[in-house]
Structures are given as C-alpha cells and as structure tokens.
C-alpha cells in the first residue's frame, strides 16, 4: 500500500511538473524523435520553432520542442534553473511522447545541457548534435574578449570597458552578460551576407505568433549562477567520453559565428571526427535560419 501511494504521489508530482512546461511535436510520431534543446539561460524555442521544426519533421523526423521551466513560455516563478531541473524536463518529455531513445539537437547553451545530459543517461540518447552550440565555455569568452581588444584598439572607453569585464567574477551572470553584449557589438551573431530565403525567413518568424511569444526571462541567468554550482563548463572531456560510450556524435556550426576560435572548432572537429562535423559558409550563431537549407541538409544525413 505504501509503495502504490508513493507511485501515485509521484505521478501527481510529475503532472504538476508538466504544467510548467511548454513542447510541441511535429511529424509522425513513428519517425524518429528529434528533441531540440534551446540557448539561454533565458532563452527559448520560437525561432526554431517557427522557421525550422515543421521542415525538419518533413524529412522523415518527428520534431519535439520545448521551453525550459521558468525560460519562455514555460513560465514557473519557483524554477531554479539547475542543471537537474532541465534533465527533468527532458525525462518529462521522453514520458509525454513516449519515447525510448531520442536524438538530441541542442542549439547554442543547449549544448551544454544536451552534452551533461547524453553522458548521464546515455540509454536514452540515440545521437548527440551540437548546433552551434556551447562546449568549451571560459575559452569562448576569453576569444570574445581578444577579438574585443583588437577590434577597439584605439577606443580608450570600451578597451576600459572590457578591462573591467575581464576583472569580474567568471562564475557570474554579470559576466557571461556583458561577454556576449561585446560580442553583440562585434556583430558576431550577425550573418554576414544575408541571402533572400534568409530575410524572408527572419520576416515571416517577425510577423507570426511565435515571435509574440519570444519571451525572455531576465531572472533565469542569475538564478542559474546562484542556484547551479557546474557552470562555465568545459565539456571537451565529457565529449570525448560519450565517444567512447558509442552514442555517435555530430557538429555543425557558422563558419562566421565569431563566439568560437579557430582552435575551439578544430578541437571540437578531432573529437568527432572529420565526416560528422560540417562548416557553413556565410553562416553565423543561428544556423538553422542564416543557411536552413545547409542544416536541414546536414542533419537529414546524419541521423538518417
């Protein structure tokens, strides 16, 4: 009696739990599963969602989105923003769809969460993709920073600027913030030569509901730097460890997305191998809109 109130009890919990969370599938539910794993801290999946999810479940996948708790439209005033708080979410939505196995598509700080998550519960994950996505994190931001002292120079007020950036803790949300907002100004995020089906892609996600629904949680990086002791992680170890385990691991990443130096990429190439990792030209963070149809290519043949 006591262990079937205990199962009820805990499924009374996870159903609370589930509340929290926005996701939506795509496809057919007997193609393979795609979960796609959003940036942030404070992010979401409307763009992804919007411009890529439906075109992706066209190739022959049945694509699962999702907010975070507490980021997006999952709204949750009580979320902590722990690494175990997101690996709850993504066993919630394994018991949603009921899935076995998924492949994991993570995208920017989703990498993060997509690569601790695969190396924690590896039966679970059928391929690991990283997206543009985090692995490496102190070794981004110390690139951010180089390429900031070079590029203003002759700038007395922002080489100050960044003087002082480099001088605040690196296990902080002030940090990691002001990191990507030089970057921002670097226009390391930009495309460099937007195409046609590019604009009209940033347009259309524009002009839709999703991006009414672009909410951003400023609370969710402070919360993640009070309440999660792993951050700015190096997960190069971690990746090669999921090799060894045999879960196939791919990268695809903007040849123009200048958060990542030349070494990080080449490092990140030698761990899974030439043939699984792919550049793109004229391409920067958001891949999956600056060249969708490179992406949608890459993917197609990788997990297929």
Same mark, same amino acid.
């Given at each position: 009696?006591?262990?079937? =109130?205990?199962?009820?009890?805990?499924?009374?919990?996870?159903?609370?739990?589930?509340?929290?969370?926005?996701?939506?599938?795509?496809?057919?539910?007997?193609?393979?599963?795609?979960?796609?794993?959003?940036?942030?801290?404070?992010?979401?999946?409307?763009?992804?969602?919007?411009?890529?999810?439906?075109?992706? *479940?066209?190739?022959?996948?049945?694509?699962?989105?999702?907010?975070?708790?507490?980021?997006?439209?999952?709204?949750?005033?009580?979320?902590?923003?722990? =690494?175990?708080?997101?690996?709850?979410?993504?066993?919630?939505?394994?018991?949603?769809?009921?899935?076995?196995?998924?492949?994991?598509?993570?995208?920017?700080?989703?990498?993060?969460?997509?690569?601790?998550?695969?190396?924690?519960?590896?039966?679970?994950?059928?391929?690991?993709?990283?997206?543009?996505?985090?692995?490496?994190?102190?070794?981004?931001?110390?690139? &951010?920073?180089?390429?900031?002292?070079?590029? =203003?120079?002759?700038?007395?007020?922002?080489?100050?600027? &960044?003087?002082?950036?480099?001088?605040?803790?690196?296990?902080?949300?002030?940090?990691?913030?002001?990191?990507?907002?030089?970057?921002?100004?670097?226009?390391?995020?930009?495309?460099?030569?937007?195409?046609?089906?590019?604009?009209?892609?940033?347009?259309?996600?524009? *002009?839709?509901?999703?991006?009414?629904?672009?909410?951003?949680?400023?609370?969710?990086?402070?919360?993640?730097?009070?309440?999660?002791?792993?951050?700015?992680?190096?997960?190069?170890?971690?990746?090669?460890?999921?090799?060894?385990?045999?879960?196939?691991?791919?990268?695809?990443?903007?040849?123009?997305?200048? &958060? =990542?130096?030349?070494?990080?990429?080449?490092?990140?190439?030698? &761990?899974?191998?030439?043939?699984?990792?792919?550049?793109?030209?004229?391409?920067?963070?958001?891949?999956?809109?600056?060249?969708?149809?490179?992406?949608?290519?890459?993917?197609?043949?990788?997990?297929?």
């Amino acid at each position: 009696m006591k262990s079937l =109130f205990s199962l009820i009890f805990s499924l009374f919990l996870i159903s609370i739990n589930a509340q929290h969370i926005y996701s939506k599938a795509y496809g057919n539910e007997k193609n393979p599963a795609v979960i796609f794993i959003h940036g942030g801290p404070s992010g979401n999946a409307t763009l992804f969602e919007g411009t890529t999810a439906q075109k992706l *479940a066209d190739k022959g996948f049945y694509v699962i989105v999702y907010d975070r708790r507490g980021e997006g439209r999952s709204k949750d005033e009580n979320a902590t923003m722990t =690494f175990k708080e997101s690996f709850d979410d993504l066993h919630q939505l394994y018991s949603t769809y009921h899935l076995k196995k998924a492949h994991i598509l993570a995208h920017s700080f989703g990498g993060i969460i997509g690569t601790l998550f695969t190396q924690q519960f590896p039966s679970k994950v059928r391929t690991l993709t990283l997206a543009g996505a985090l692995f490496s994190q102190q070794e981004t931001y110390d690139h &951010i920073l180089k390429e900031a002292k070079e590029y =203003f120079k002759n700038d007395p007020a922002q080489l100050q600027e &960044i003087s002082e950036i480099e001088n605040l803790p690196k296990n902080s949300a002030a940090y990691r913030k002001r990191c990507y907002e030089t970057a921002s100004k670097l226009k390391f995020f930009d495309m460099p030569y937007p195409t046609l089906e590019s604009k009209t892609l940033r347009q259309e996600y524009e *002009a839709g509901e999703f991006f009414k629904n672009n909410i951003r949680n400023q609370n969710s990086p402070i919360k993640f730097y009070k309440n999660e002791p792993l951050n700015n992680l190096d997960n190069t170890a971690v990746l090669k460890e999921i090799k060894r385990k045999g879960i196939p691991l791919f990268a695809v990443y903007g040849k123009n997305d200048g &958060i =990542f130096s030349e070494k990080q990429l080449n490092n990140l190439k030698n &761990i899974v191998g030439k043939e699984n990792f792919k550049l793109i030209d004229n391409c920067s963070h958001y891949l999956f809109v600056d060249q969708q149809d490179e992406f949608l290519k890459f993917i197609e043949l990788k997990l297929k």
